[in-house]
T-cell receptor
Framework: AQKITQTQPGMFVQEKEAVTLDCTYDTSDQSYGLFWYKQPSSGEMIFLIYQGSYDEQNATEGRYSLNFQKARKSANLVISASQLGDSAMYFCAMSPGGYNKLIFGAGTRLAVHP | DAGVTQSPTHLIKTRGQQVTLRCSPKSGHDTVSWYQQALGQGPQFIFQYYEEEERQRGNFPDRFSGHQFPNYSSELNVNALLLGDSALYLC?????????????FGPGTRLTVL
């Protein structure tokens, strides 16, 4: 079964510190994509970062990096130098090979404290 | 460059009624996917439209149907509404084929069924 698991319902971090949000996935496909989205209270899903299953380097986008461990089937999001505006829901998602649909996890609510 | 737009923003219906939600994809995109996000959960894939045809479908009953128009905009129709259909409905667009399956999301339509 294809599934995304996010085991942290909520996390909090002090402003300017780094935080890691966990994500594990399950798929039998060899080709797949992994995504992280941010969802503020307004509801819109904002794309943060992408990792392809064949990418050997961990993806980075500004303050976001994806710690991809293929053998462990994990794709953790690392946010460096947290900002108050980072407070939101964060969703890990997978796009199975050959398809365009996204399978989402249950999300992690991140609170950044001053 | 206009992003993904959805209408209406909010909607209140009663059980048994029918509803139509609308989505205009990001400029240049030809594929539209619909997701249902119940409160406190991750989005669930409903279906995807490409070239005016349903390309993929998630585990949703036939009460959920859709349409894509020649200008790539799309509608989601839900018949015989149930209380459990109350959710945020998200539309996402992409361009196929794509290097990776990044989907751009709209702000969503929040449907309340009373």
């Amino acid at each position: 079964a294809q599934k995304i698991t996010q085991t942290q319902p909520g996390m909090f971090v002090q402003e300017k510190e780094a935080v890691t949000l966990d994500c594990t996935y399950d798929t039998s496909d060899q080709s797949y994509g992994l995504f992280w989205y941010k969802q503020p209270s307004s509801g819109e899903m904002i794309f943060l970062i992408y990792q392809g299953s064949y990418d050997e380097q961990n993806a980075t986008e500004g303050r976001y990096s994806l710690n991809f461990q293929k053998a462990r089937k994990s794709a953790n999001l690392v946010i460096s130098a947290s900002q108050l505006g980072d407070s939101a829901m964060y969703f890990c998602a997978m796009s199975p090979g050959g398809y365009n649909k996204l399978i989402f996890g249950a999300g992690t609510r991140l609170a950044v404290h001053p | 460059d206009a992003g993904v737009t959805q209408s209406p923003t909010h909607l209140i219906k009663t059980r048994g009624q029918q509803v139509t939600l609308r989505c205009s994809p990001k400029s240049g995109h030809d594929t539209v996917s619909w997701y249902q996000q119940a409160l406190g959960q991750g989005p669930q894939f409903i279906f995807q439209y490409y070239e005016e045809e349903e390309r993929q479908r998630g585990n949703f009953p036939d009460r959920f149907s859709g349409h894509q128009f020649p200008n790539y905009s799309s509608e989601l129709n839900v018949n015989a509404l149930l209380l459990g259909d109350s959710a945020l409905y998200l539309c996402a667009s992409t361009l196929l084929p794509s290097t990776y399956n990044e989907q751009f999301f709209g702000p969503g339509t929040r449907l309340t069924v009373l």
